[in-house]
């Protein structure tokens, strides 16, 4: 290959370590959770592999609770947000919920998407003033927004899933996640699919989390009426984790 054509090869997104390593090679004991130290999360993070997917949603709601409470950052958010992403090709991922009819692969798509929200330069951009430094080189806050290109790579393969509610909540977290400058290149193509989710969806915050992101990326959103803005939170699930309910 010659110099000239290296020039072109566009550079890939950091692969994400296996699923196994992090689970293992993580000193979980030594980081912070909204309720102590996570000495508890491998036992919750391995029963994100249960054939049952009641245990599944349980253990994700758990994991909210823990590394998102209160929508905020914790010191074991970030290796549990690589451990769900690693996993989105496990076969347990496509586990159907009873009553839904949808993997469990929405479901974990959908918690990447509200704890990258959490992080996501809205929500950064509102707090920012009560948290002076929030995006000084070495806080929780910045360290996980340096996570986004790794967690792209593993949630871009589903925007195109067979599935309609894995391939929403895949564009959804590729918006929020592709805010970083690094995958300022994948936005025109995401945007196809951000226009897609305005014109099919029927989850009203995730289309405003749609609008919002084309009308920063500098598109052209005028056709589209405004969303009423609610208290705090405009983002996906409104309620933050709203697709974590246990509907058994």
């Not at 009819?101 to 330069?121: E, F, G, K």
Request: proline letters at 8%; one cysteine or more; glycine letters at 4%.
């Amino acid at each position: 290959m010659s110099h000239s054509s290296l020039k072109t090869v566009a550079p890939r997104e950091p692969c994400l370590p296996p699923y196994q390593a992090v689970l293992a090679e993580t000193d979980w004991g030594s980081l912070q959770t909204a309720f102590g130290n996570g000495e508890c999360l491998p036992e919750v993070l391995a029963r994100l592999l249960e054939p049952d997917p009641k245990v599944q949603v349980t253990a994700l709601s758990e994991l909210s609770e823990l590394v998102g409470h209160q929508n905020s950052i914790y010191e074991a958010t970030a290796p549990v947000a690589m451990y769900v992403a690693g996993i989105l090709t496990h076969p347990a991922a496509m586990t159907l919920r009873p009553y839904r009819n949808v993997p469990i692969r929405a479901t974990l798509l959908n918690w990447l998407l509200s704890t990258a929200y959490d992080a996501s330069d809205e929500t950064v951009d509102r707090i920012k003033s009560y948290c002076p430094g929030l995006l000084t080189p070495g806080t929780l806050v910045a360290d996980f927004r340096d996570l986004r290109p790794m967690l792209y790579r593993a949630v871009a393969p589903f925007l195109q899933d067979g599935h309609e509610d894995v391939r929403e909540a895949a564009v959804l977290a590729a918006l929020i996640l592709a805010e970083h400058p690094a995958l300022a290149e994948h936005r025109d193509h995401l945007a196809v699919h951000a226009r897609r989710v305005l014109d099919t969806s029927s989850d009203d915050p995730n289309r405003r989390v749609a609008r919002k992101v084309l009308e920063a990326w500098g598109h052209d959103v005028t056709d589209i009426e405004p969303f009423q803005e609610e208290p705090w939170d405009c983002g996906p699930h409104s309620d933050g984790r709203g697709d974590l309910e246990t509907p058994f």
